[in-house]
C-alpha cells in the first residue's frame, strides 16, 4: 500500500503569512488530481492548491494559519483505511462533566500551540530569574525617543555575542551556533493575535535604531504586511508582559530556540524603587545554569551601564 499523497503550503504562491481561508472539497470526500480543494492567502493575495492525485481526502488543518511546507492535508488511496478526523482530534474525550459551554479554539491559537508544541519536543526547558531597579528609566528613554524593549534588545543581542550558546538551535546530535542575531519581539494585541516580528542585526545597531525599527515592525503588524523573512528565522525570543501588571513568568521556548527572555515589572510606592525582571528559560541541552546566570547577569549590566551613561550606543 503506497502512502497517501502529502498537501502542503508553499510560500511561492504568495509569499507573506500564509492562513487557510476555506476548503473546497469537504472532509473525506472524493477529488481528482488536479482539482482545486483547499483556498489560501497570503500577503492579502490568494490561490488554490490543487490536489496531487485522485483519491479521498483528508484534511489535517481546517483553518488558520500555517507555515512554509507544513503539511495541511493527504491524499488516500480510494478504499484505504482513513485516520481519525482533524476535528475528532482537536476535540479530544468529551469531558466527564454535565453542562457548560464548549468554546471552539481559535485559529491562531492552534497554530500558536503547533509552534510551542515543537519547543518542547525534546528539549530541557528550565527558568533562571534576576531583576534589577530601573527607577524612571522607562519614562527617560520614552522623553529620548526610545522605549524599554529596544534597550532591552540591545542589551541581549550584544550579550548573545559573547554567550553564543544562548543564540543557536539545539537538536537531539547536536547545537547550531548562529552567526546572526535575529531577536524575535512577541507582539500579541487584539484582534491581529500573536506575532513574533524580527529585529535582525540589532548587535550592530543603536537603542534608537532598534526603536525604529520596532515601529516599522509594528505598523507591518497591525496593518498584516510583515514579510516572510520578517517573521521567520528568529535566534532568539523576547516577550514582555511588564505593561500587563506582571512580575514574573515563565515563558515557554519557541520551536527549536535555545533561549527565550520574558520581562516583567515590579512597582514600588516611590517610582524610584521600580523593578525590572528578567525570566530566563533556556535548554538545558545547549548550556548549564550557571551560563544561563552568567548570560543574564551580562544583560543585566549593560543596562544598567546604559542607566549610568544614556549613551544609546552603549
Same mark, same amino acid.
Given at each position: ?215 516599522? &515592525? @509594528? ?6 504586511? +510583515?514579510?516572510?523573512?520578517? =517573521? $521567520? *528565522? !528568529?535566534?532568539?525570543?523576547? /516577550? ?11 515563558? &515557554? @521556548? ?6 527565550? +527572555?520574558?520581562?516583567?515589572? =515590579? $512597582? *514600588? !510606592?516611590?517610582?524610584?524603587? /521600580? ?20 548570560? +543574564?547577569?551580562?544583560?543585566?549590566? $549593560? ?12
Amino acid at each position: 500500500m503506497s502512502a497517501p499523497a502529502e498537501i502542503r503550503v508553499s510560500l511561492d504562491w504568495g509569499g507573506g503569512e500564509p492562513m487557510i481561508v476555506r476548503w473546497l472539497v469537504a472532509d473525506r470526500a472524493p477529488v481528482k488530481r488536479g482539482q482545486a480543494i483547499c483556498e489560501i492567502e497570503a500577503s492579502k493575495a490568494t490561490a488554490d492548491i490543487v490536489s496531487p492525485a485522485d483519491g479521498i481526502l483528508v484534511v489535517v488543518i481546517p483553518d488558520g494559519d500555517v507555515r512554509d511546507q507544513e503539511v495541511v492535508g493527504h491524499i488516500h488511496a480510494v478504499g484505504e483505511a482513513l485516520p481519525l478526523s482533524a476535528a475528532a482530534v482537536e476535540r479530544g474525550p468529551e469531558p466527564d462533566v454535565e453542562g457548560g459551554t464548549h468554546v471552539p479554539r481559535s485559529l491562531r491559537k492552534a497554530a500558536e500551540i503547533r509552534t510551542l508544541e515543537e519547543g518542547r519536543r525534546g528539549s530541557l526547558p528550565s527558568t533562571v530569574m534576576q531583576q534589577l531597579v530601573v527607577g524612571d528609566l522607562v519614562d527617560r528613554l520614552r522623553d529620548g525617543g526610545a522605549s524599554l524593549t529596544a534597550l532591552v534588545i540591545l542589551a541581549v543581542a550584544r550579550a548573545l555575542r559573547k554567550h553564543r550558546a544562548f543564540n543557536a538551535s539545539a537538536s537531539d546530535t547536536g547545537v547550531l551556533l548562529h552567526d546572526a542575531v535575529r531577536i524575535g519581539v512577541a507582539l500579541d494585541v487584539e484582534p491581529h493575535g500573536l506575532r513574533v516580528p524580527i529585529v535582525t542585526d540589532a548587535d550592530t545597531k543603536t537603542v534608537a535604531e532598534i526603536a525604529g525599527d520596532l515601529q516599522i &515592525l @509594528l505598523y507591518k503588524y497591525m496593518t498584516k504586511t +510583515l514579510e516572510p523573512d520578517e =517573521i $521567520r *528565522g !528568529a535566534t532568539f525570543t523576547l /516577550t514582555d508582559l511588564s505593561s500587563f501588571g506582571v512580575a514574573w513568568s515563565v515563558p &515557554l @521556548l519557541v520551536g527549536r530556540q535555545a533561549a527565550i +527572555l520574558g520581562l516583567g515589572m =515590579i $512597582r *514600588g !510606592a516611590d517610582p524610584r524603587d /521600580t523593578m525590572l525582571t528578567f525570566s530566563l528559560t533556556f535548554d538545558h541541552r545547549v548550556a548549564s545554569g550557571r551560563e544561563a546566570a552568567l548570560f +543574564l547577569s551580562d544583560v543585566r549590566k $549593560r543596562i544598567s551601564e546604559h542607566m549610568v551613561s544614556n549613551d544609546s550606543g552603549a
